[in-house]
């Protein structure tokens, strides 16, 4: 795999009685972005708890933005995405771009990524140290991914994101528990304000 140094998120407000129909679509468009826009990886889902409850969410990897730009040429000559976009039923809420700085971690965890918790700081130091010495406690917890990075687009630019991928919620549980325990996690909230934590259940 090439290295991650950029992720697309985009959020997509739908229709309760069009979820149904959305998600294959987007499982559709991911594989077209694999294959014709060169995504390292895709994951697709939906908001399970935060905000924006019931939206549906796409995240593609690319090692250069110019990844992106084939993006919007896959976008175009989609059938999913016309389709959807002619539905009445959706509305695109935000597309943003995440620059990742690399942060060493090593998974323990086996088993399918379940959910994905996003969390959102504001902080003018990257604080690169201080997540990478505590990413051992969500490889601990059963984290299967960690990814942190800058915002680069959008009303939250500058904000820093951490996206953590889990095989179940007993999981996420007991990341949060290790961290409420752990007083680097306690220094850490006395610096920077935490705007935002989703859940977003994967598909």
């Not at 399918?112 to 959102?120: A, C, E, I, N, S």
């Amino acid at each position: 795999m090439s290295d991650i140094n950029y992720f697309v998120l985009t959020v997509v407000d739908c229709a309760a009685d069009y979820r149904p129909t959305l998600l294959p679509m987007v499982g559709r468009l991911a594989e077209e972005l694999k294959e014709k826009a060169g995504a390292a990886l895709v994951r697709y889902g939906f908001v399970a708890t935060g905000d924006n409850p019931g939206a549906v969410v796409l995240f593609q990897a690319y090692e250069k933005l110019d990844g992106f730009e084939k993006a919007m040429e896959v976008y175009a000559a989609s059938d999913d995405y016309a389709k959807a976009m002619a539905s009445g039923k959706i509305g695109i809420r935000l597309r943003n771009l995440l620059k990742i700085h690399p942060i060493p971690f090593e998974s323990q965890a086996t088993g399918d990524m379940k959910y994905l918790v996003l969390t959102r700081i504001a902080s003018a130091d990257p604080l690169i140290d201080t997540i990478s010495s505590m990413a051992g406690v969500f490889a601990d917890a059963g984290a299967i991914t960690f990814r942190y990075g800058t915002l680069i687009t959008g009303s939250n630019v500058g904000n820093r994101l951490l996206g953590v991928t889990y095989p179940s919620l007993a999981a996420v549980e007991k990341a949060y528990d290790g961290l409420g325990a752990d007083p680097r996690y306690q220094a850490l909230l006395e610096k920077v304000d935490v705007n935002m934590r989703n859940i977003v259940r994967l598909v």
